[in-house]
């Protein structure tokens, strides 16, 4: 079997597994980081984002080894020890969740925006979370949460 070594939050990683592994199941089922949801399976709902090198991207549609020597983070590793993240506050401010099921996966598509340079306003942030679907339907909290958790992002880099 193929090796596969990088760090899942910060965490070094070294296992062999079967080349077909999804990077969605190595998070889920050999590493216990179920926070990364499976939605769709296809690459549509964005339920299973997580940061490859800082970029978004869908791990139902990547295998493992496509992370090779990469450092990935999942919403596990996204608040810092003690507290929330600027983006889990402001989806709490905002309501900007129901059933929370798209959850971890809006706040990971949302903490890679601030890399983009997405601009902190309704459209654009519309437009960057087009992947990302709700089925709560409740677009306009998360649409304001990641708004101002763009705004503090950026404002206290440290968080980022
Ligand atoms: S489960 Fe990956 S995009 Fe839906
Ligand atoms: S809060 Fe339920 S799917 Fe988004």
Redesign the pocket.
């Known amino acids: 079997m193929p090796r596969l070594t990088l760090t899942v939050n910060g965490q070094a990683q070294d296992l062999d597994l079967p080349a077909s592994t999804l990077l969605l199941d190595l998070l889920r089922e050999q590493l216990g980081l179920s926070g990364s949801h499976r939605g769709c399976d296809t690459a549509q709902c964005g339920a299973c984002t997580v940061l490859l090198d800082g970029r978004a991207v869908k791990a139902c549609n990547l295998l493992a080894l496509q992370a090779q020597g990469a450092a990935v983070r999942t919403v596990e590793g996204l608040a810092p020890a003690g507290g929330w993240h600027p983006l889990q506050q402001a989806f709490s401010k905002h309501h900007g969740?129901?059933?929370?099921?798209?959850?971890p996966g809006m706040l990971m598509r949302a903490c890679a925006m601030a890399r983009e340079d997405v601009p902190a306003e309704p459209g654009p942030v519309s437009v960057a979370l087009a992947g990302n679907l709700?089925?709560?339907t409740?677009y306009e909290g998360i649409v304001s949460a990641v708004c101002e958790g763009l705004t503090v992002m950026r404002g206290e880099a440290d968080h980022a």
């Open positions: 969740l129901q059933c929370g099921f798209c959850t709700c089925r709560c409740g």
